[in-house]
């Protein structure tokens, strides 16, 4: 699976962005999908998740109620709809998928494959 992040740039806190994550394949269905995001000094971390058919999503503290994640198999993409943005959401943004029979959605380690990132920068 090849992935390609696109939607980041430059909004002021309070605005809204929407990335998208386009992957290659015919079996991104069989995946569960991840946004992470790393900023400047700091580790990856985990931002969002979906299953692999959308029932279920997954979100951090610090994003939930703010950020949602979709997916649309029928066009090989996930979403990450981002509204009330905050300075310290400021990071490069990555898509991931790992596949659905295994564990451990929040985790870094769980993803085998990755996009190449995408910039988010929110001015105060």
């Known amino acids: 699976v090849q992935l390609q992040a696109s939607g980041g740039g430059l909004v002021q806190a309070g605005g809204s962005l929407r990335l998208s994550c386009a992957a290659s394949g015919r079996t991104f269905s069989s995946y569960e999908m991840g946004w992470f995001r790393q900023a400047p000094g700091k580790e990856r971390e985990f931002v969002a998740a979906?299953?692999?058919?959308?029932?279920?999503?997954f979100y951090a503290d610090s994003v939930k109620g703010r950020f949602t994640i979709s997916r649309d198999n029928a066009k090989n993409t996930v979403f990450l709809q981002m509204n009330s943005v905050k300075p310290e959401d400021t990071a490069v943004y990555y898509c991931?998928?790992?596949?659905?029979?295994?564990?451990?959605?929040?985790?870094?380690?769980?993803?085998?494959?990755w996009g190449q990132g995408t910039l988010v920068t929110v001015s105060s």
């Open positions: 979906i299953s692999w058919n959308g029932g279920s999503t």
């Open positions: 991931a998928a790992k596949p659905y029979y295994t564990s451990g959605i929040y985790r870094t380690g769980s993803y085998d494959y």
